[in-house]
């Protein structure tokens, strides 16, 4: 058997970097940086007192850069390891340790060909005194040569734009991206153009910023004020950094721009994962010592370490809130009222986040919109409905009634009033059935019920095409003549009912089918208020047309009152009723003037 190797086709890897691994072609730059700081790392380490720095110059003329540092150079037997070995690294024998070192992978310097046809690199080891000269093309060709002129310790790299990539030549575009991935390295990194010269990278990470100056770095940077900022540490991770909380409400859906460094570079300015997902509410600024970066050095690998590592900084995140909320109730609360939608969404699904969030929270009941905390202080029974509609249906009838209904049609909101005795435990939550919800009400005497009748079995024969059935109450407030309650399987009967009406004979026949299948034909209730004058009349009427329209009218109003849907049949007998009633009135007040 004869042992074989692998070609590489070093252009296909160039075009991989470009297409692929690399979000933007001006990653070079961060390659570059990164190369000159662990070469400075490298030369310290071997007990050298310098002046260290990496210097970046422009040529205009030529859209040529040349990257300088003077860190440890290379020999030219570091030379066929690291440069001409793709995948090779001076860290590669131990990547899971601690280091000081940023760069992990050999592949960093093919970067460069994205955006330059040639790669020159000279050096001088700080253990070998002889400078080189490396030139690399994308075909994978390189020469080596020895220098006879003598230059400093350390390596510059040159590189001259290819077409199309004269940009990032540019003293604007360069400067921008060494800020962007440099601004915090602690080596002083220098831009020079012609004669002038200035230093990069003289700023404080925002990390190691007072609360008041890291608030006026966020407003300054994003253009909002944040409401507070949230310190974040890991011991395991290396961690430090600050999470600010958001002035604004977000979406769960919406992209998370966490900025990320490892070793002060940073890694990405949009890590959507290195915080958990419950904590949509804040972006962060993290610099970590001990992550391990991906090939393209713009993500973290997801390992265990880095699951733990975001779960300490979920802790740090989360024990903030339990503090805020006894410190500053009033900063917690707002909050609270800025991210309730998503906080609720999150809630549902976390119960430290349930238990830390949900006395905060507020809900429609039928008392008005309250605090949860309000409510477990005034009531230990809570009914809640299962839509909104049926909310509607019952909430002002309820209050009369001294009955505390919180409306659990709205997103989560059931769930989050269900879960109630897991942190309450002298609370009980029942769901409401709003069909049987009139039997609460109180019963009428006999004699009452005598004179209703005759209401209530002309309401039955009118109503039954609707799937409709009446009783007749005496409540709370007089002022509502009539109270129509139906649940979702009765309007989904409902729905049936019309749908088989109006489709095509085929489909007509799968309605009545669906329908059939249903264990008991489900009816709406409209009860009607002994307690209003107006119904009291219309059962005391001994004119038939009159009472009639009576029930039409009580009926369609009450579906108005209601927000329900209304088909054209009961759209023709609201206008019958009310039309019939108009002409009797015109009729009376003609009569009256003879």
Same mark, same amino acid.
């Given at each position: 058997m004869k042992n074989m190797n692998?070609?590489?086709?070093?252009?296909? $890897? /160039?075009?991989?970097?470009?297409?692929?691994?690399?979000?933007?072609?001006?990653?070079?730059?961060?390659?570059?940086?990164? +190369?000159?700081?662990?070469?400075?790392? &490298?030369?310290?380490?071997?007990g050298h007192v310098f002046e260290e720095s990496v210097k970046v110059e422009l040529f205009p003329a030529s859209s040529t850069l040349s990257f300088s540092d003077n860190g440890c150079g290379l020999t030219e037997a570091e030379i066929e390891q690291f440069l001409a070995r793709i995948g090779s690294s001076t860290k590669r024998e131990d990547q899971d340790a601690a280091d000081d070192f940023i760069g992990q992978f050999g592949v960093g310097l093919l970067a460069c060909f994205v955006v330059s046809a040639e790669i020159v690199l000279i050096t001088r080891s &700080?253990?070998?005194?002889?400078?080189?000269?490396?030139?690399?093309?994308? @075909?994978? =060709?390189?020469?080596? %040569?020895?220098?006879?002129?003598?230059?400093?310790?350390?390596?510059? $790299?040159?590189?001259? &734009?290819?077409?199309? !990539?004269?940009?990032?030549?540019? !003293?604007?575009?360069?400067?921008?991206l060494l800020e962007k991935y440099g601004a915090y390295l602690p080596t002083p990194i220098l831009l020079r153009e012609d004669k002038y010269e200035r230093r990069i990278n003289d700023a404080v990470q925002p990390w190691k910023l007072s609360k008041p %100056?890291?608030?006026?770095?966020?407003?300054?940077? =994003?253009? #909002? %004020?944040?409401?507070?900022?949230?310190?974040?540490?890991?011991? /395991?991770?290396? $961690?430090?950094? /600050?999470?600010h909380v958001l002035p604004y409400a977000v979406s769960l859906q919406d992209e998370k721009k966490h900025r990320v460094y490892l070793k002060n570079m940073l890694l990405s300015?949009?890590?959507?994962?290195?915080?958990? &997902?419950?904590?949509?509410?804040?972006?962060?600024?993290i610099n970590t010592e001990n992550l391990r970066p991906t090939a393209s050095r713009e993500a973290f690998q997801e390992n265990d370490l880095f699951f733990a590592v975001r779960d300490e900084l979920g802790a740090c995140i989360k024990q903030y809130l339990i503090e805020l909320s006894e410190r500053d109730p009033e900063l917690f609360q707002r909050i609270v009222l800025i991210h309730r939608a998503s906080i609720k969404t999150m809630a549902v699904e976390d119960e430290e986040l349930y238990a830390l969030f949900i006395r905060h929270l507020t809900f429609e009941t039928s008392y008005g919109d309250m605090k949860m905390a309000q409510i477990l202080e005034e009531r230990t029974t809570l009914a809640v409905t299962a839509s909104v509609d049926e909310f509607r249906q019952v909430s002002r009838v309820a209050k009369a009634q001294e009955l505390m209904v919180v409306n659990g049609g709205y997103v989560h909101d059931m769930d989050l009033i269900r879960r109630l005795p897991a942190v309450a435990e002298n609370v009980t939550v029942s769901i409401l059935d709003s069909l049987t919800f009139?039997?609460?009400?109180?019963?009428?005497?006999?004699?009452?019920?005598? *004179?209703?009748?005759?209401?209530?079995?002309?309401?039955?024969?009118?109503?039954?095409?609707?799937?409709?059935? #009446?009783?007749?109450?005496?409540?709370?407030p007089a002022d509502?003549?009539?109270? !129509? +309650?139906?649940?979702?399987?009765?309007?989904?009967?409902?729905?049936?009912?019309?749908?088989?009406?109006? =489709?095509?004979?085929?489909?007509?026949?799968?309605?009545?089918?669906? %329908? +059939?299948?249903?264990?008991?034909?489900?009816?709406?209730?409209?009860?009607?208020? !002994?307690?209003?004058?107006?119904?009291?009349? *219309?059962?005391?009427?001994? @004119? #038939?047309?009159?009472?009639? *329209? #009576? /029930?039409?009218?009580?009926?369609?109003q009450a579906l108005l009152l209601g927000n329900h849907p209304m088909s054209a049949d009961e759209l023709r007998m609201m206008n019958d009723s009310l039309l019939q009633f108009m002409n009797k009135g015109l009729d009376g007040e003609t009569e009256a003037s003879r």
């Open positions: 692998f070609q590489v086709n070093l252009q296909g $890897v /160039i075009d991989l970097l470009s297409n692929h691994l690399y979000s933007d072609p001006g990653v070079f730059v961060r390659e570059l940086l990164q +190369n000159g700081v662990d070469a400075v790392t &490298a030369r310290k380490r071997l &700080a253990l070998d005194g002889d400078p080189l000269e490396w030139r690399g093309k994308p @075909d994978g =060709t390189y020469t080596i %040569k020895k220098l006879k002129r003598q230059v400093p310790v350390g390596t510059t $790299v040159y590189l001259q &734009a290819k077409p199309d !990539y004269e940009e990032f030549f540019e !003293y604007y575009r360069v400067s921008e %100056k890291a608030m006026e770095y966020i407003e300054q940077s =994003t253009f #909002s %004020k944040p409401l507070d900022i949230i310190p974040l540490h890991s011991a /395991i991770g290396g $961690v430090t950094g /600050i999470a300015d949009k890590m959507s994962n290195i915080l958990p &997902a419950w904590a949509f509410f804040v972006n962060g600024i009139a039997e609460r009400f109180e019963q009428l005497d006999a004699e009452d019920k005598r *004179a209703a009748q005759p209401l209530l079995e002309h309401s039955d024969r009118l109503l039954e095409r609707f799937n409709c059935r #009446s009783l007749v109450r005496w409540f709370e509502i003549p009539v109270l !129509y +309650n139906t649940n979702q399987e009765a309007n989904f009967f409902r729905l049936v009912e019309e749908s088989e009406k109006e =489709t095509n004979p085929l489909f007509g026949e799968v309605v009545r089918v669906v %329908k +059939n299948d249903m264990y008991e034909q489900p009816y709406a209730r409209l009860c009607f208020n !002994y307690n209003n004058p107006m119904v009291r009349k *219309a059962a005391q009427t001994r @004119d #038939s047309a009159l009472r009639k *329209a #009576s /029930i039409e009218l009580f009926y369609t």
